[in-house]
């Protein structure tokens, strides 16, 4: 008897102190972010952990002596064991029992070389090849390779000889961060380009680039590991020349005349071509995504991406978007079949200082090579003034499929304002990641420098005509699509005041997240809220940040013409979602306020959604879920409903 009033007893404290463990969460969760370069807590690593001869790696330290590429290593070390297993080791000057032991070879030698002996893991590398570069390959080909508890065994070797490379310096680069070093940056590349060869940074180098117009071609591996690179925009020649394209290999080729009407359930353009490709169609007959508001437009030239085989077959994964009466332009992108890796760099951009409007600088790294890996890339920005021009990216995909982007931290850039289209003050979108006609495009584990909550700045990215977009394992202030995107997935990840915008279709699926935001998802009003497909939010925790009570943010006039029928998600699945309030949330805003009776005759009318199902749903206290306050665009119902009261952890 006495076990069931105790029961009761805790059931009804439970019930009253969940809002403030809740409360005291969301309060540590904001100091952590305001840190900066916050990494997502839901990162999933391949290894539960390191050990040497049976010991924690917890246990040992990182021994090196004094130096830029001792010290660059130790930490290069550091950053791999926790990328593997989310442990951590300390640096120290001081011998220890346990340790990692940093040195270099003095000669001229392309050896690396980690040897267990006597308990204690020993590495050597020369400053020519570079000590960090070593411990990276090690990571990648043996730890990040494995599973379970790494062990280090006395006696275990492994050796890494590098070869077939070229240096800056073997073109003249001083590396001193004064001197201008963009012309030999550029001749590397060319004659690594000419010669297959690898291009090699050196570890300790801080490479100086100016404001000339050229472009630096990447072609074959490169590795920049621990360098240090200043981009300097104070003084450009020509603001629209990227820094760094990594091009393919194979020119485009316009294949208009091949290319005949296509429907959008078409499973071939009709033509064969030279070898696999992404195909860039458009109709300049059509447009699509009339933008509505204070950055209006007349709209684009209908276009779509798709990636097609050398038989003319349409993947499946990307279907055609639109019907195509006309094909006014093809272009296919041939696909590169072999990956090329592009690793480390630590980037600085001395921001420009140009009057605040529309004149967007594209000062960073072009991708249009399809199966690129970029690798622990990092950029940074100083020194934003008052006034300043937007940037379109620093790490910018373009016509290339299945690239990848991980463990790389980005900065988010300070807002500018200036006047819109429709004559009214905006503030300029400035980004730091881009892609645009970017099929099977991967975020996996990466952050920002600055608090993904703080307005000041600029969300992080911003996407056009994009397919099977993925964030996975990021800590960002947003996702987005703007003119676009079928199928997005958000995993594993914490997204800060811009939270999930949305225009496309297919598949959104939002996953083991957390969302910072006014609200978690916000189907983009000046594109008309349109998703048509399903949306999926499973296991995720929502912190609004604004007084509003919905989850999903949709505004549609339903007078305006966006180029397309305007679609609510028609399938929408809840299965685990807490949200931090008290009280009835609603699931959706009211779209148009005015439709609020049948009689109502909307021009361009909103289709709304056709199932909705909830499996958990919870909040702080009192709380339950309901479609929206409109009741007449909304007739569905919640169905299957399993709705508790009780909060759950995503951890």
Known sequence: MFSRIFAVIMSIVSVFTAPFSQISYKIELKNELAKGSYESPYIVRPLDGITVNGVSVEEYSVVTAN??????????????????????????????????????????????????????????????????????????????????????????????????YVTYEDFGAAGDGKTDDFEAIVKAHEYANANSLSVFANETATYYIGG?????????????????????????????????????????????????????????????????????????????????????????????????????????????????????????????????????????????????????????????????????????????????????????????????????????????????????????????????????????????TNDITDIDYWGIAGTNYCKNLVYDGCAFSRFDAHQGVLNATVRNSVLGHHGIKLIGSGTALVENTTVLAEDFIDLRSDYGSTWNGELIIRNCKFYPTGISSHIIKAENSEDHDFGYTCYLPQKIEIDGLYVHRIGTNYLFTKVNSKHNSDSYNAEYPVVPPQEITVKDFSNLLFGKLSVSKNKTIFKIQISSSAQSKKSFSTK
């Open 212 to 448: 000339a117009n050229k472009t630096a071609c990447i072609m074959t591996d490169t590795d920049w590991s621990t360098a240090r690179f200043i981009i300097d925009d104070t003084q450009v020649e020509n603001r629209s020349a990227w820094v760094f394209s990594i091009a393919p290999s194979q020119s485009a080729i316009n294949i208009t005349d091949k290319v005949s009407p296509l429907k959008s359930d078409a499973g071939n353009i009709g033509a064969s071509l030279d070898s696999g490709s992404l195909v860039v169609l458009t109709d300049s007959n059509v447009k699509r995504y009339i933008r509505k508001g204070a950055n209006q437009n007349s709209g684009s030239n209908q276009s779509d991406v798709i990636l097609v085989d050398k038989n003319g077959n349409i993947a499946p994964e990307t279907p055609l978007i639109w019907d195509f009466n006309a094909v006014t332009n093809a272009v296919a992108y041939p696909v590169d079949t072999e990956t090329l890796t592009v690793k480390g760099g630590r980037f600085t951009t001395l921001a420009n200082k140009a009057a605040s409007e529309y004149n967007y600088y594209t000062r960073g790294i072009q991708v249009r090579r399809s199966n690129t890996v970029i690798d622990g890339l990092y950029h940074g920005i100083e020194n934003e003034g008052k006034t300043g021009a937007p940037y379109s990216a620093f790490v910018s995909l373009s016509c290339c499929a299945d690239v990848t982007v991980k463990n790389c931290t980005f900065t988010g850039h300070k807002k500018y304002t200036t006047t819109g289209s429709a004559g009214t003050s905006v503030t300029m979108g400035t980004y730091d990641i881009g892609a645009a006609t970017a099929v099977n495009a991967k975020f996996i584990n990466c952050n920002q």
């Open 67 to 164: 130096g830029t590429l001792y010290s660059y290593a130790a930490e290069t070390l550091c950053d791999e064991i926790y990328k593997a297993c989310g442990e951590k080791i300390e640096i120290s000057e001081n011998t220890s029992e346990k340790a990692f032991i940093i040195n270099e070879v003095l000669n001229d030698t392309d050896v690396f070389s980690l040897k267990v002996k006597n308990g204690n893991v020993h590495i050597t590398g020369s400053s020519k090849s570079g000590i960090s570069r070593g411990i990276t390959a090690f990571a990648d080909e043996v730890l990040l390779g494995s599973q379970g508890v790494y062990d280090f065994k006395n006696g275990y070797e492994f050796n890494k000889t590098f070869s077939d």
